[in-house]
């Protein structure tokens, strides 16, 4: 879990994804040649702060999100959200230069409010604290959306064979994200039209932290239901415990993937989170291992 909690370090909220592309940059010149297959890495200009680890001749994609939510601040210490922060009761937030600040959520104007007496300049950016720690078979810390998801495919990357791993920007900015931008590349240039969506959702009354990874049927997007129907069954045949999940509200890459004028499917698998986009997450253990094997039996039979 250290490579975890790694990840779940990086001061990294939409617009400032270059710190956790700059950390898988690393991690994969340190450690890919013993890999199965060693990828190319496309990144730099025309990618603003994208990535992408293309293995051998590949088949399929998965894409995951490196940006977390946070603040801005405006002026008169505003907060101004970067994408959805959860409501809470008091958190500590911290800035690139690891700055802290203290802050409570006032229920009556709902939004967060500065409690220290301090001057936050304007323009800069923050986030929760880090406070990484494991519990009772919880892991627990910020970011796990979607840092988890990144761990994930890191700790499958030594095995992993013809697959294009896409790590996009601003996909907690609702539509904004460059995920269609990625489906469109790896279209066009490897006829990618199958995507995986490595992605954190909720725990709730129908989905249960401890149960296994969540395939989900659909949020605010559909996935096409060939495609779907056939992961449902996939997922079965491994063996793995999964959860299906139903959604009205959420949305992720995929669905600007769906909204796309490329024919590539897509489907949401991920890990269910108490607390999402809160100043402590918290995943079960159990569901962190289920995560790993669907995607590695996924990736290496799509």
Known sequence: MELLKEL?????????????????IDYVNRNSEQWVQKPQMYYGNGYQD??????????????????????????????????SPAAGETAIIRNELNHTAEVYYDNLDKKWVLKDDLQLNPGSTWTWMPDFSIQDQMVQSPFLD????I???????????????????????SN?????????????QWQIDKMLIADITWVTD?????????????????????????????????GVPYQLEIEKAGGSDGTIIGASDYPVDWIFI???????????????????????HIYKYLCNRL
């Open 50 to 83: 994208c990535l992408m680890l293309v293995f051998g001749e590949p088949r399929c994609g998965v894409m995951a999100h490196m940006d977390s939510v946070g603040f801005t601040a405006g002026y008169g210490n505003e907060l101004i959200p970067i994408g």
């Open 151 to 173: 761990f994930i495919l890191l700790e499958l990357a030594h095995q992993l064979k013809d697959t294009v791993v896409a790590l996009s920007t601003y996909e907690e900015m």
């Open 146 to 149: 979607n840092r988890l998801s």
């Open 206 to 238: 129908y989905v249960k932290a401890g149960r296994g990874a969540v395939i989900s049927l659909r949020d605010v997007g559909i996935p096409r239901k060939v495609f779907r129907d056939k992961i449902v069954d996939m997922a079965k045949a491994s």
């Open 176 to 188: 904004a994200g460059k995920a269609g931008f990625l489906a469109k590349t790896m279209y066009e």
């Open 8 to 24: 779940c370090q990086i001061h990294a909220p939409s617009g400032e994804e270059f710190r956790v592309r700059d950390f898988i």
């Open 270 to 292: 991920g890990a269910p989170e108490i607390n999402p986009h809160g100043a402590i997450e918290k995943v079960h253990q159990d569901d962190i291992e289920s995560m790993l």
